[in-house]
């Protein structure tokens, strides 16, 4: 479904993602990522959900923050990716976590669901993403470049 969520918004040739990349992501000994999965009456799979914790240094407490999450065209407007936020939301509050966090891509129509269930789009924040060639020339300053901390 990762892939199926990838070809919605219109970047397939971006996932690149291997079943056994996310087995491994999520079953490891001490995972980093987290996931439900919705299905329905037949037990197949409609959407799903995949997490992972953020901490919030205003807050002080850890928060989740929503990687993905996709119903598929055939199953929206069940309830199926309420059902999904509703869950994560409820581990919010279990775990006294403060924030459930995501991003949506901006022509999404799903933007109306998430205004009708409360949340507010953070339009004062810009995203920032350092990837490939950039990312691996920052890299390589960290042990060519001495640090030396404030006494």
């Known amino acids: 479904m990762v892939h199926e969520l990838a070809d ?9 993602l291997t079943e056994e990349q996310l087995s491994a992501a999520l079953f490891a000994p001490t995972p980093a990522l987290f996931g439900h999965v919705a299905v ?5 799979p409609i959407g799903f959900a ?3 914790l953020n901490f919030s240094t205003w807050e ?4 989740i923050y929503l990687e993905d999450l996709y119903v598929r065209p055939a199953a929206r407007g069940t309830g199926a990716g309420r059902l999904l936020l509703a869950t994560l939301a409820a581990i919010c509050v ?15 129509p799903a933007a ?3 205004a009708g269930i409360g949340a507010t789009p953070m ?12 990312l691996h020339d920052l890299a ?6 001495p640090t030396h901390p404030h006494a």
């Open 60 to 63: 002080g407490v850890h928060g």
């Open 94 to 108: 279990e775990r006294g976590y403060r924030r459930l966090d995501w991003w949506m891509i901006h022509w999404n």
């Open 140 to 145: 390589a300053q960290a042990t060519a470049t």
């Open 50 to 52: 995949l997490w992972f």
């Open 8 to 16: 919605y918004e219109r970047a397939p040739e971006q996932c690149h």
């Open 112 to 114: 109306r669901f998430y």
């Open 123 to 134: 339009d004062e924040w810009v995203p920032y993403r350092l990837a490939g060639p950039a």
């Open 40 to 44: 329905d009456v037949a037990d197949q």
